[in-house]
């Protein structure tokens, strides 16, 4: 038993010989083993339809394996409610209309800490940290689904974040986001991380993915076809060219530079800065 909690607490999310086919028949997600670590920040890659969206809402159980298993924090999502897995793992919709439902930002961020059970200070506690993060003091009596998109996105962040989860899954969270928006989920993945907690980041901006994640895994056609540090992926010809994923513009240019100029890669434009920074002070 020791052997098990202490294994637990490494690994939060575990996906052993997963698969799952929709209703009408289509493979979407096939023969996937993956495991995350506690404390991992990991952006999940690929292009459209590759299946990444089908394998993040196995974390908090809105989808159930057609074979094999999920385990979160070594609950088997099979046999748990989506209500109590998202105690461990909140999941932000890619799309948040599909999030949203209460007819104010204010009772959407208390949501969350009400359906806890948490005491009503804390609950106040906790609206304000989050609004306060997510810069809300000026939407907070307005209706949800009368915002712009990129500010419901960052409500359906913000009311997922109130609960806290030690898992958080964002689907897409910086899609439509002005630079404002996009900093404020790069402030809240840098807050997470040094929280320790485990965040699985899904997304097509491969500046955000190469500046946050630790790790990130590639998809293709239903399948995790590769994982690796940001530096490992995005120098990866064979996966590259398989997902058809251009790196982050930064890395471009330095591979572009790389033998002639750079002695090596760079994932971001300060790594870059400084890097030929180097080069010219020799
Ligand atoms: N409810 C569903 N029923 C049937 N097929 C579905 C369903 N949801 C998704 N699919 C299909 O499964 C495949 C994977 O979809 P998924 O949404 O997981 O991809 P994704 O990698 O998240 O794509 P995107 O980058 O566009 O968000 C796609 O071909 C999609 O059309
Ligand atoms: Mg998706």
């Not at 996906?15 to 920040?41: D, M, Q």
């Not at 809240?188 to 965040?199: A, D, M, P, Y």
């Not at 398989?242 to 994932?267: D, E, F, N, Y």
């Amino acid at each position: 038993m020791m052997k098990e909690s202490s294994e637990l607490s490494v690994k939060p999310i575990k996906c052993r010989n997963l698969w799952h086919v929709y209703p009408g028949g289509f493979t979407a997600l096939k023969e996937t083993f993956l495991e995350i670590s506690a404390g991992e920040v990991v952006g999940i890659v690929g292009q459209n339809g590759s299946g990444k969206t089908t394998l993040v809402k196995h974390f908090n159980g809105l989808l159930k394996p057609s074979s094999g298993a999920v385990l979160i924090n070594g609950i088997d999502t099979a046999e748990e409610s989506v209500f109590n897995l998202s105690r461990h793992a909140g999941y932000v919709f890619q799309n948040p209309n599909h999030q949203l439902f209460a007819t104010s930002v204010l009772s959407e961020l208390q949501f969350g800490p009400k359906n806890l059970g948490l005491p009503e200070d804390e609950i106040l506690a906790r609206v304000e940290e989050t609004t306060e993060l997510f810069q809300l003091h000026a939407i907070i009596d307005d209706h949800p689904l009368r915002l712009s998109f990129p500010l419901r996105k960052i409500v359906a962040i913000a009311s997922i974040h109130a609960m806290h989860p030690s898992i958080l899954i964002l689907d897409e969270p910086t899609t439509g986001q002005d630079h404002n928006g996009a900093a404020m989920v790069r402030k809240l993945i840098q807050q997470l991380r040094s929280e320790g907690k485990t965040v699985v980041l899904v997304s097509h901006d491969m500046a955000l993915i190469a500046e946050v994640a630790d790790r990130v895994v590639a998809m293709w056609a239903a399948e995790v076809i590769d994982s690796g540090t940001p530096r490992e992926i995005f120098s990866n010809s064979t996966t590259l060219k398989k997902t058809m994923l251009q790196p982050p513009q930064a890395t471009q240019l330095s591979q572009r530079l790389h033998g002639r100029v750079l002695p090596q890669i760079t994932l971001t434009v300060d790594e870059t800065i400084d890097a030929l920074a180097q080069v010219a002070d020799t």
